[in-house]
């Protein structure tokens, strides 16, 4: 992070504003939102500073920009268009330990005033460091839609009832499944439709009917398929549960960026797995999820690509069933439906696929034991996950069971994700490409007529989207 993101109570405290312009008025209004008492230094003040001067909203002397202006100020922010001035007025403040905005220049600011999406009591901020207002600007507005104005009501109803919930229960976690149920439930529907004094009375019957031991409710796992990389490929449920977890199993298919996402307070646990290398073996994952789980947690396992494609999700609800442990199954996008759009090869085509196989190019034993017969079928695609390791045993075999030598093959490295790289070869020619080219897993193979149509159809690495 460039910036510290804070929230910072003004209320009567004296803060200078320098410049008597819009952008100056604007930067005026907002800390008056927040219950500052503002003074304005600006020879001249357009008709919205000078509205509020009449009124008695500001202070105003109409002078150029002093050091001594800021004696006794809690808080800057330079909105002229004199470079000089401003570098001066960053210096004094920083030179004396009071935070201040320099308007278009984040090089001089000290923090910075993000887009504000205002549902008081709740408050959400956006910045992207200074570097583009307008692309702030824009997440603002769509978020706007999203946070319905209403909110602001149902936390003051939260903040109403913080105490008594307090009393009722033991622990934190008891209380933010009150919560939980509370906010994401029929009071929150009622406040939403403007009946707050309903509300009232059914948050006050459910503090009232609610014990210590409801709150403890069973242990429940979530298995949620990651996708293949890219964040914007998670489903709506797979983002509710992530943000629900008390403690998440991920393994090392699951990005960073994604795993971001998951509630910051969640216990995080990596139980990945290679080749030839198991941080836990499958059978300890699968007890792991059953004990955190009787512990009254709600466990999400987190599982890259899809959970049931070559993700051993299979063997993880077999254990949860046996043992008696609730669990959901989030679909996730797997690796070869994503990787394959992101680089532009579609599975099927009309002219090419009719068909499409996935299978997992696993090394047991130094053999890779497949179905070669079947797999050397025309008309159709082959998805090789985990085929990196056996690439020169699938090229050989199945050219060996009839497959043409220049039948195109696609190995995409990290797919979906902005390093994602694309290496087209044939059955021939790609072993070979790739000993003397440096890949690294995760991989995935993509055999079949349609890698020719890659040229035609790629978009990821060009950024177009389309």
């Known amino acids: 992070m460039d910036f ?78 004199d470079i000089a001035v401003n570098q001066l007025i960053s210096e004094s403040a920083k030179q004396r330990s009071i935070p201040v905005n320099v308007v278009d220049q984040p090089e001089l600011c000290s923090f910075i005033l993000p ?10 901020a956006i910045s992207t460091g200074g570097t583009s207002p307008v692309l702030a600007r824009l997440l603002r507005a769509r978020l706007e839609t999203l946070i319905p104005a209403s909110y602001g009501r149902l936390a003051e109803l939260a903040a109403r009832f913080r105490d008594p919930v307090k009393q009722r229960f033991e622990n934190t976690t008891q209380r933010r499944r009150f919560w939980e149920k509370i906010l994401q439930g029929p009071v929150a529907e009622m406040v939403y439709n403007g009946r707050d004094d309903e509300a009232d009375i059914a948050i006050q019957a459910a503090v ?8 403890l409710e069973r242990g429940e796992v979530y298995l949620v398929g990651a996708g293949p990389g890219d964040p914007d490929l998670l489903t709506f449920r797979a983002l509710r549960l992530m943000q629900q977890a008390d403690v998440v199993l991920y393994d090392r298919l699951v990005t960073p960026e994604i795993l971001d996402l998951v509630r910051r307070e969640a216990e995080r646990i990596y139980v990945g797995k290679k080749r030839a290398y198991h941080t836990l073996r499958q059978e300890e994952i699968n007890q792991e999820l059953v004990r955190l789980a009787r512990q009254g947690k709600r466990v ?18 077999e254990t949860l069933a046996e043992e ?12 070869a439906s994503g990787c394959a759009s992101y ?78 790289r694309v290496i087209i070869g044939t059955l021939e020619t790609l072993p070979g490409i790739v000993a003397t ?9 993509i055999v079949g007529e349609v890698v020719r149509l890659r040229d035609k159809l790629a978009w990821f690495e060009t950024g177009n989207g389309h």
């Open 437 to 445: 080219t440096e890949v690294h897993a995760p991989t995935l193979l």
């Open 324 to 335: 008696g442990i609730q669990f959901q199954i989030v679909p996730g996008i797997t690796a």
């Open 208 to 215: 009232e009917g609610a014990s210590s031991t409801d709150a």
């Open 115 to 124: 887009s504000i999406i205002d549902r008081s009591p709740v408050i959400a």
């Open 4 to 81: 510290l993101p804070v929230f910072l109570n003004i209320k009567n405290q004296p803060c200078l504003v320098v410049g008597g312009g819009e952008i100056a008025a604007r930067k005026v209004g907002l800390l008056l939102r927040a219950g500052a008492r503002v003074a304005v230094v600006s020879p001249l003040l357009n008709d919205a500073l000078t509205e509020l001067r009449a009124a008695g909203k500001i202070q105003h002397r109409a002078a150029h920009f002093q050091e001594s202006d800021l004696a006794g100020t809690a808080l800057a922010i330079a909105a002229t268009d």
């Open 343 to 420: 680089a532009g090869i579609p599975l099927t085509h009309r002219d090419y696929a009719q068909s499409v196989v996935f299978v997992t190019g696993h090394l047991k034993d130094g053999s890779m034991d497949l179905n070669w017969v079947n797999l050397a079928q025309p008309q159709q695609t082959v998805v090789i996950y985990m085929g990196l390791a056996g690439l020169d045993i699938l090229c050989r075999e199945l050219i060996n069971h009839g497959m043409p030598t220049d039948r195109p093959i696609a190995l995409i490295q990290q797919g979906t994700t902005p390093h994602q």
């Open 300 to 317: 999400l396992r987190l599982k890259g690509g899809d959970p049931f494609i070559f993700g051993r999700g299979g063997e993880e609800i």
